[in-house]
Nanobody, 118 residues
């Protein structure tokens, strides 16, 4: 079983920065994709950024130029550096990883709240 522990959320003023972290733990992990999603009240969960082994990174249009996803393979940790935060970035941010090779498994973190004051 894989567990994800997120940290780094909080309250920040518009224009500020936050860095989210998500550490994965478990046995026999073969992580091939890591991503951050977010869900604001009354809205659907949306992909913010992803990093796929051998394929690079992708970003939602709203995140391009402001957010950076990165990972530390040795620590099985994915980060999301968020700069120039806007009130519309406020949401619960969820970590997501995909493991496996022939058969894939997806795991979700519990989420971390990001609040941006105007």
């Amino acid at each position: 079983q894989v567990q994800l522990v997120e940290s780094g959320g909080g309250l920040v003023q518009a224009g500020g920065s936050l860095r989210l972290s998500c550490a994965a733990s478990g046995s026999a992990m073969n992580i091939n994709a890591m991503a951050w999603y977010r869900q604001a009240p009354g809205k659907q969960r949306e992909l913010v950024a992803s990093i796929i082994s051998g394929a690079g990174t992708t970003y939602a249009d709203s995140a391009k130029g402001r957010f950076t996803i990165s990972k530390d393979n040795a620590k099985n940790t994915v980060y999301l550096q968020m700069n120039s935060l806007k009130p519309e970035d406020a949401a619960v941010y969820y970590c997501n990883i995909r493991t496996g090779s022939v058969i894939y498994y997806t795991y979700w973190g519990r989420g971390t709240q990001v609040t941006v004051s105007s």
